[in-house]
């Protein structure tokens, strides 16, 4: 029955996929908190809340240099490397629900405050005839509209189903959407509803707990071509970055020191399928790390740090800082 109810979340939620393309519509924020307060920092485990119980929670990050891309620079008339997203600070709200002893609901409620580099563009008024359009702006209309100093980005629902749980193993299938409500037009969201399948499986013995998770995102394409060449109205302009459908894959291990403190690591990654010919393939994998406080029975702080680790990748934040706080009561 568990089994049967998430094939048609599943195949409910694949409608909201769409197929169209769209510049620039990348989120740029690879950290996303776990939808409830049983995770591991953003790793899923398959616990879920009794039937009508609830908990809350709030993240705080920061990355830094989220976003390059390789663009052409008129200094040197070839592409570099450039950083497009200079600063990123991450607000996370969420909020979860037992719909019934195996079943639960949870929402994610993200903002963001950033900075953008140079390589992002200026824009220029056509009233204004002294100033020049440069980097996105550039082969774009005439506005005087700069890119936003903070904004909303990509909410996420999710329906998560406990399938079995013995002996401290424990297995469960997550559905998640994501709401377009990400400006698309400037790194903070998609061009249309994502749809995320996961498969979750946990390991709890003692103070000792390790998640793993195994999923897909399933989205519409995006295609990021390079301004210059957009700007100049060549026939082919150069492919910066292609993104589309990805398989998502993620692990993760906390230690409970003591009834105050423990200690938490996890390592996720992303992996583009289905890319057009001669699309780079933008593979993600970033490290986090932290102390986990636990001042009462339902509290739990979150505080640490990471990186990612693929150098190549365009999505990869040189370091990234994180503190967050979950209050979910305990299962009765």
Not at 37 to 49: D, N, P, Y
Not at 70 to 98: C, E, N, P, W
Not at 161 to 169: D, E, S, T
Not at 278 to 288: E, M, N, Q
């Amino acid at each position: 029955m568990h089994v049967r109810n998430c094939l048609l979340v599943v195949q409910a939620a694949l409608l909201f996929s769409g197929r169209a393309e769209a510049q620039r519509a990348v989120d740029a924020e690879l950290f996303h908190p776990a939808m409830d307060g049983f995770g591991i920092l953003s790793v899923e485990r398959a616990e879920t809340s009794p039937k009508w119980d609830f908990g809350f929670g709030f993240f705080f990050n920061y990355a830094h240099n989220p976003l390059r891309l390789s663009l052409y620079d008129d200094t040197i008339a070839k592409a570099r490397t450039q950083t497009v997203m200079t600063r990123q600070f991450g607000f996370d709200f969420g909020a979860h629900l037992g719909l019934t002893s195996w079943l639960e609901a949870a929402v994610d409620i993200p903002l963001s405050a950033q900075t953008y580099g140079d390589a992002y563009g200026h824009p220029a008024s056509a009233a204004d005839t002294s100033a020049t359009r440069t980097g996105f702006y550039a082969g774009e209309p005439y506005t005087n509209v700069s890119p936003p100093d903070a904004a909303p980005l990509d909410s996420r629902l999710s329906l998560k189903a406990r399938l079995f749980r013995k002996r401290g193993f424990a297995v469960a299938a997550q559905a998640l959407v994501t709401l377009p409500f990400g400006d698309e037009a400037a790194f903070l969201g998609s061009n249309g509803f994502s749809f995320s399948p996961l498969l979750v499986g946990d390991f709890t013995h003692g103070g000792l707990r390790l998640a793993v998770n195994f999923g897909a995102v399933v989205r519409a394409s995006t295609r990021i071509l390079d301004p210059h060449d957009v700007a100049a109205n060549l026939t082919s302009p150069r492919l910066v970055l292609e993104l589309g459908h990805e398989i998502s894959w993620a692990a993760a291990i906390a230690y409970r020191f003591s009834r105050f403190v423990g200690a938490a690591a996890e390592i996720t990654g992303l992996t583009p399928v289905g890319l057009s010919s001669g699309a780079r393939a933008d593979h993600t994998a970033d490290v986090l790390g932290g102390l986990q406080i636990f001042p009462g029975h339902d509290l739990a702080i979150s505080v640490g740090g990471g990186a990612g680790v693929i150098v190549s990748a365009a999505r990869r934040d040189l370091f990234r800082t994180f503190a967050g706080i979950t209050w979910t009561p305990e299962s009765r």
